[in-house]
DNA sequence: ATAATATCGATAAAAAAATATCGATTAAAT
DNA sequence: ATTTAATCGATATTTTTTTATCGATATTAT
């Protein structure tokens, strides 16, 4: 699906960035590979690997990188300079509070509008953002040219709702219900699944604690 | 870290189950774990690695798998009958979302209370659940001797708050902060990082605008 | 100036994960 | 009753991802 870059690398990098800015704050100038993987608890093959992949390739001998060369490249290769608009489906209780998350926007996103089918908060504004009907939907991503849709709203809903928004021009769903949506192979889809990530971490959990019943 | 089953199995586990419920509602009894690969976009042989990992194994040539047994199989596999309790630490705006999810209560999680350091919604409660001062964090962790805390504080607290839950007793951590934090190799941790997905999803966008580009 | 050492970056090796294959088996069709 | 077709479940293969290795090189120390 990815040309060449792994999804796992994609994943890491925003957690460079992070660290990269912590190093940067306490006034370092460079690092290595070793001391960047030793603060995200990885190896520093992956380090260089990863950052080979964004073609950082100007680290130097017992020096390691520069840390604004790598915020700049990971920025620049994540795409977080070019904002990117967003429109959000779904305003209940976790479509407002993405509508309140002020992170998005580092991130080169922003949200433009949220969409709901309740008369009580439609015409309003959550968080700076205003409400309108789902009914004004498609007209909206097709006038505004808008690619990305972040999906809240019931599960039931989902379905339907992805329909309407890849007929209506989107390209990419990040998906915040827990259901699992169909969409044509061209449209991109992030599945931001809860009880996935419970289920792992559950999983970790009972390890743990087995490992250590067997301890004693 | 995970014995035998792969983190990457564990993770697909609920979406069987998701898919499971529905086809159940649909009044199907059986199912092939080519039926069940086909709604989930996966391979038949990953599905049946998967089952056999939760230990299924009474699968029936021609048939398929009996829906109920998967669903009581993947369900007791995934702990999802032995309730699991947490605290929520952070009850701003994503952590009152959090006290809000229905859906928890499903996999298994029961969040007994929210804790903050705002006087102005300590001793109330949001979404049923009781908000505490983060001072009485430790002492309801020991007398309840819960294991999971859900994390959503400002990242800036992040790696305080994780050092003072593992004082207190805490064995899993669901961070939702974009900070990476550090804990004991004995504590669990899962990163819910928006940011991680946000640039996953925007690779994939960008892939997808590349190729239809090329193709003009 | 020379030697020692830390690090990069490319490549090789290992490990992990996904996918394909195939004999056994069961239900349905002939 | 026999044949056909679909599916499981075990195993083998392939692919992907991670980790290790190592020569080249730049900085620091002697």
Known sequence: MNGEVSLQTFHRMPQYLKALYEFKKEGRENISSVQLAEALNMTPSIVKKDLSQAKIQDGKPKVGYAIGDLIAGISEFLGYNNLKEAVLVGAGKLGQALLGYEGFGEYGLNIVAGFDIDDSIIGGKIHGKPILPTGKLQGAIEKLGIKIAILT?????????????????IRAVWNFTTAHIQVPENIAVRNENM????AVLSAQLQEIIKKEEAQN
Chains 1, 2 share one sequence.
Not at 158 to 163: G, I, N, S, T, V
Not at 195 to 198: G, I, P
Request: glycine share 4%.
């Open 153 to 169: 709203v019931p599960a039931e809903h989902a379905q339907a709702m992805a329909d309407l928004l890849v007929k209506a021009g």
């Open 195 to 198: 009880a996935s990530s419970l």
